[in-house]
T-cell receptor, first 118, second 113 residues
């Protein structure tokens, strides 16, 4: 089946630093990838939709200058949390949508990245 | 605004019993629904999906029922096992070009020995 990986799985950083999270589709191509954030005991909240070769679309309330998204290829999207603060500590999850086939709703999720900002 | 919600935040069942997890949705334009399982510290795992032109869909030990009249979705797990303990989310996709997932609040399923 389709596999999505994320790197790193865990990261601890100091307040004020930037952190980059990678999301890769390993065995399929994805024109669209999604970034979600999940706080403890809460649901997944969509942050942004990442489209290959174009600017990401951010959800209301998500700062595009703080959460930089780059989708440079059909298998890689990156999320950079700039000037991270403790309130940015969360579980970040990406998903990718397979371009192949006629049914395009299926999203495959990565294992998540636990970000802790000290 | 539109939302997808769950009736119960927690559910405990005895091993071997059947589990039923419910979900209410409010967006009548939703045409695709998915159930995900999320274990602690991991990403969501696809369980089963159903389109709005269907009422029922069965998988291995799981069944999803869709009642469009009352905007209700349920996940039935047969012969619940300890490995089924996790948080279960329903999610919807509304008709339109964006095809974004909207997740419900989640139900913590605990399987008792």
């Amino acid at each position: 089946g389709a596999v999505v990986s994320q790197h790193p799985s865990r990261v601890i950083c100091k307040s004020g630093t930037s952190v980059k999270i990678e999301c890769r589709s390993l065995d399929f191509q994805a024109t669209t990838m999604f970034w979600y954030r999940q706080f403890p005991k809460q649901s997944l909240m969509l942050m942004a939709t990442s489209n290959e070769g174009s600017k990401a679309t951010y959800e209301q309330g998500v700062e595009k200058d703080k959460f930089l998204i780059n989708h440079a290829s059909l298998t890689l999207s990156t999320l950079t949390v700039t000037s991270a603060h403790p309130e940015d500590s969360s579980f970040y999850i990406c998903s990718a949508r397979d371009v192949a086939g006629g049914f395009t709703d299926t999203q495959y999720f990565g294992p998540g990245t636990r970000l802790t900002v000290l | 605004g539109e939302s997808v919600g769950l009736h119960l935040p927690t559910l405990s069942v005895q091993e071997g019993d059947n589990s039923i997890i419910n979900c209410a949705y409010s967006n009548s334009a939703s045409d695709y629904f998915i159930w995900y399982k999320q274990e602690s510290g991991k990403g969501p795992q696809f369980i089963i999906d159903i389109r709005s032109n269907m009422d029922k869909r069965q998988g291995q030990r799981v069944t999803v029922l869709l009642n469009k009249t009352v905007k209700h979705l349920s996940l039935q797990i047969a012969a619940t096992q300890p490995g089924d303990s996790a948080v279960y989310f329903c999610a919807e996709i509304s008709s339109g070009s964006a095809r974004q997932l909207t997740f419900g609040s989640g139900t913590q399923l605990t399987v008792l020995p």
